[in-house]
């Protein structure tokens, strides 16, 4: 009885299915496109779920850029739109995002910061042959040997070197450890920081983990402690971060900390108060509102989004700027635009020192910050001869 | 160290104890198996964020304000949602809820936003000195509560002709509607009960950690192991394995590898199942085939 | 076998409407993807019918056998990182690294059946959603043997006898092949005396007993099964997309798969695909309703399970009884 239901309705599913496929065609996928008088860059960032929080600066800084570029009179006569695609804070989200994104032949695709969702998109990347910009930290981005990819971020390789180089030799501290998240970032982090102890003669002591969604830290504060710890090195993401220094603080603040750049986002300081931020150092890319090449930019970033402006943002507005440069300098296709990229070289922007090379990977500049409320004080910056 | 483990682990006990007990008055009572529990539980956190911080509130205000929304919350879960799928199959009513879930998720990120909250402790973040442990004020006030409400629950079930009528109605249906008990109103009220028990519990919680949309999920997990720990359906394993969870969690975190201490939980867990499957702490009641 | 199928029918539709219908899915399958020539669209048809497949064999579990399992993408995992660590570190051919995901995620599944004998219920669905994490950490934690957090690159895409299925298009016709022979093995189990043992273990577990079904055999065949068609779905998971990481196999994506089912119709081949179907192309159609759509995404599926409890399923059923019947013929559903 059931069975020749279930056999009828076979044919119905899949008319169904057929429906809405058109349906999700009809909503945008194989339409849109730009019209002749106009040019699209595309973006594929989370706007809602898990990560949305922390890749809206971004999209501030593109759209700034989009602005700036149509002030300008766009890209040879041609206004600039922006699109952007939601990832859902999801890996499938992402990959279809991109998929989505590209069908409409921008001019370049601002992708995710999230690494993983890029080494998933890196396939299409390669194929769709449209110069995509990831803001995502992880080494293996550029070892694909991808000549689309560009980084626009100091990668892994170089920030929790210069975390641990700091804490060795502008601290003074022997006893250093380290606490990180469980994913990709951490894994890279806790690797390079070894290392670069290593180095310096030294071994952590002691390196304790944690899980994304672990909300109490006092285990692992209470274990550095007691293994001595003068310094801590904490790569992980902006809830964690803002537990780990709230609870350190209950602890009376055993140890000095250095902290991964999510902790450095105005919106992770805002949740602190300045007796939680003492002792507190963090790493990041630039400091906008405060270098002087920048301060200009970051002063009409803030008057327009209410929010101060920071690296994360002005990486991306860079990346936008740059394609714009690319694509007036040279006819504008998008394999000129890639070769015209890669060619770039100690160029100084908002939010980075930009020194594409080879591989792609763009950012060479760590600066070394003291956090307070108000904003962040730059302390040393480094830039990294590549 | 270790003293202050404990409290810590106490502390997080009353959270677990709170927030499965709701869970499990639910399965008790209703037969359902609610997988938006753990968003009461985010949604009592992030109206405390808005009754003490956007509203201004003394946290003792907003905690009764919370609390009131919650059951509020809770009632119209019921009859909405639980009522109108009586009878029909298990999975049919566990994805209704977790439609629901996932809605209330993202309803959340689209009200507060999606970046992180944090809620002021209640009597400051400056921690007192109590026998060696270095313990925040909220810690203690979430140890109290906890005692106060659960004691109270107690009280009414058993002592209370409405508590009564609940318990019947939990374990007899049609007994109860045939002596005259509304059984949906009884439900309605279990419901109600349960949200705001959830609500208190992420009211008491947000101050310690942060509140962001997930939350409701990994508590909701908790929540699960925490109710076969203690004996599936029964009130006082959910208390009792609640505080035990919190507990063994907290000193398994700070004395063994936090890297594995997760695997090592899930482990026990389906240890527990396979030897003493009927928990801890079981009740004697028949179950509801 | 076809016509065996066909022959099932049922008697009450006029044989040139059936033949009709037959004829017009067959062609609109195989021509689907010709139609919608974007990377965009094939891409979406390919997670189709990989996870039509993880859920046809889930739905054997879940629909036939009664067995409350959440464990399913812990096997669909282990398919996955089978033929991805093959693949990538020992450079094993397509055909070897797939069988090794089906046997091995066999044998997990045949470890998982022998204490879910005696586990019923939430019991099992706690069980089975410690297992799901178990293995989710261990993935993350093993660096050195699973790429840790990292996850996996450069799977390549299949491969059969020197033909590389490395398009959208071509892959597409290959999941297809894949998800026929799922069907076939489904409907023919479906029609078995196991068939009938996994309905007897589902309904009533006691009364099968009594009348000769061996539980413990059954119940395991079903884990074992299901656990094949999440091993291979896996494996073609892995070769199709060519990354696969820790955070892809989450307690989320559990919780999507059942949904699948559940709304597509439990114990129903067509109402499992059209779940799959469904839910893989809805979000993608209501990206139109940006920051609101999870939300509209979430209350869809509560409003499914008030209106269509027994999941998409029931519309045919109702379609059919209204538009095709002739009204003397109409049965009482």
């Known amino acids: 009885m059931l069975q020749r239901r279930q056999r009828y309705s076979l044919l119905v599913a899949v008319m169904l299915v057929f429906t809405l496929v058109l349906a999700g065609c009809g909503a945008g996928g194989g339409g849109g496109g730009a019209a002749d008088d106009e040019i699209i860059l595309g973006m594929v960032v989370a706007t809602t779920g898990a990560y949305a929080g922390g890749e809206a600066p971004l999209i501030n800084g593109a759209r700034l850029a989009v602005e700036h570029i149509n002030a300008e009179g766009g890209i040879n006569g041609r206004q600039v739109r922006l699109v952007i695609e939601d990832t859902g804070s999801e890996q499938t989200g992402a990959v279809n995002a991109y998929s989505r994104i590209a069908s409409q032949n921008p001019i370049a695709i601002l992708s995710s910061t999230v690494s993983a969702f890029v080494l998933a998109q890196m396939e299409q990347i390669q194929n769709a042959g449209i110069p995509t910009f990831t803001g995502g930290g992880a080494v293996a981005l550029t070892e694909q040997n991808n000549p689309w990819l560009f980084r626009v971020r100091t990668s892994d390789a170089w920030v929790p070197v210069a975390a641990a180089t700091f804490a060795v030799e502008e601290l003074g501290a022997e006893k250093i450890g380290v606490l990180r998240v469980n994913d990709q970032m951490g894994e890279g982090w806790e690797q390079k920081i070894i290392e670069t102890l290593a180095e310096h003669g030294l071994e952590p002591v002691g390196v304790e983990v944690h899980g994304a969604d672990d909300k109490d830290m006092m285990p692992q504060l209470l274990r550095l402690q007691n293994a001595g710890a003068e310094a801590v090195i904490v790569a992980s993401h902006p809830p964690t971060h803002v537990v ?17 750049n999510s902790a450095m986002l105005p919106t992770t300081l805002e949740l602190l108060e300045a007796d939680e931020l003492e002792g507190v150092y963090g790493t990041v890319d630039a400091v906008p509102v405060s270098d002087p090449f920048s301060s200009d930019w970051a002063a009409e970033y803030e008057e327009r989004f209410g929010m101060a402006a920071d690296f994360s943002a002005a990486e991306y507005y860079d990346a936008a700027i740059m394609v714009a440069e690319a694509a007036r300098e040279t006819d504008g296709s998008h394999q000129a635009i890639a070769d015209y990229l890669h060619g770039i070289a100690g160029r100084k922007g908002m939010g980075n020192t930009w020194t594409f090379g080879d591989n792609g990977d763009g950012g060479s500049q760590v600066v070394i910050v003291r956090p307070s409320p108000e904003g962040l004080d730059a302390l040393s910056t480094i830039v990294i001869d590549r | 160290m270790f003293a202050q483990i404990l409290v810590n682990g106490i502390a997080m006990g009353c959270i677990y104890a709170l927030v499965t007990l709701g869970f499990v008055l639910v399965v008790r009572a209703a037969g359902v198996v609610n997988f938006a529990h753990g968003e009461m539980v985010m949604l009592g956190a992030y109206l405390g964020v808005s009754t003490t911080a956007a509203l201004g509130l003394a946290p003792a205000v907003g905690l009764l304000v919370t609390i009131l929304i919650m059951a509020g919350v809770g009632a119209l879960f019921q009859r909405i949602i639980v009522q109108p799928l009586h009878g029909k199959h298990l999975l049919t009513i566990v994805m209704a809820t977790v439609g629901i879930s996932i809605a209330m998720q993202n309803g959340a990120t689209l009200i507060w936003g999606p970046y992180p909250l944090t809620m002021a402790p209640f009597f400051g973040s400056r921690p007192v000195n109590l026998l060696g442990a270095v313990i925040l004020p909220h810690t203690l006030i979430i140890i109290a509560l906890t005692g106060l409400v659960l004691a109270a629950l107690h009280l009414v079930l058993t002592r209370t002709g409405s508590g009564l009528m609940i318990q019947a109605s939990a374990q007899d249906p049609e007994t109860a509607r045939l002596m005259g008990i509304r059984v949906q109103r009884m439900n309605t009220i279990v419901f109600a009960t349960a949200a705001a028990l959830a609500g208190m519990a992420g009211f008491l919680v947000a101050p310690l950690f942060i509140v962001t949309p997930s939350i409701g999920f990994s508590t909701m997990l908790k929540g699960l192991a925490v109710a076969i720990l203690g004996g599936w359906g029964s009130l006082q394993g959910a208390i009792l394995g609640g505080l035990l969870f919190g507990i063994i969690e907290t000193l398994a975190a700070a004395y063994l590898s936090t890297a594995y201490k997760d695997v090592v939980a ?13 928990g801890l702490f079981p009740e004697k009641i028949g179950e509801k085939v | 076998m076809l016509h065996h199928i066909a022959g099932k029918m049922g008697s009450k539709l006029p044989r040139w409407v059936k033949a009709v219908l037959w004829a017009g899915t067959g062609l609109a399958v195989l021509v689907l993807p010709l139609l919608f020539p974007s990377f965009y669209h094939r891409q979406l048809l390919e997670q189709v019918l990989i996870f039509a497949l993880l859920a046809l064999g889930y739905d054997l579990l879940l629909g036939h056998t009664g067995q409350f399992s959440l464990g399913h993408i812990a096997l669909f995992a282990i398919g996955s990182y089978t033929t991805a660590l093959l693949s990538t570190k020992a450079g094993a051919p397509f055909l070897v690294g797939l069988l090794a995901a089906a046997v091995v995620t066999g044998l997990v599944g045949l470890a998982i059946a022998v204490p879910a004998l005696r586990i019923k219920g939430h019991y099992l669905v706690v069980l089975t959603l410690a297992f799901n994490e ?12 699973t790429g840790g957090s990292g996850g996996i690159t450069n799977i390549p895409s299949p491969a059969i006898a020197g033909f590389s299925f490395n398009t959208p298009l071509k892959r597409y016709y290959l999941l297809l092949a894949f998800l026929l ?8 189990l479906e029609r078995s005396r196991f068939g009938r043992a996994f309905k007897a273990v589902r309904d009533a577990e006691l009364a099968a ?7 413990a055999r059954t119940k395991i065949l079903s884990f074992v099964i299901s656990a094949v068609f999440a091993g291979v779905a896996g494996a073609l998971y892995a070769h199709t997309f060519h990354y696969i990481s820790p955070e892809f196999f989450g307690l989320g994506r559990t919780i999507i798969l059942l949904a699948m089912v559940i709304v597509g119709g439990k114990g129903s081949v067509a109402g499992v695909i059209a779940g799959v179907a469904l839910l893989t192309l809805l979000p993608e159609a209501l990206r139109f309703v940006k920051q609101y759509y999870m939300v509209a995404f979430g209350l869809g599926v509560w409003l499914t399970t008030l209106f269509l409890p027994d999941g998409l399923v029931a519309i045919a059923a109702k379609l059919r009884d209204r538009w095709i019947m002739a009204p003397g013929a109409r049965q009482q559903s």
């Open chain 1, 244 to 260: 780990i220094m709230k609870q350190r603080k209950q602890m009376d603040n055993p140890f000095d900390l250095i902290v991964s």
């Open chain 3, 181 to 188: 022979l799922g069907v076939l093995v489904i409907v023919r």
């Open chain 2, 266 to 278: 899930f482990a026990v867990l389906i240890l527990m199942l396979l030897v003493r499957p009927q």
């Open chain 3, 209 to 215: 007993d009594v009348s000769g079904v061996n539980i």
């Open chain 3, 134 to 145: 178990i293995i989710r950490l261990l993935l993350t934690n093993l660096r050195e043997f």
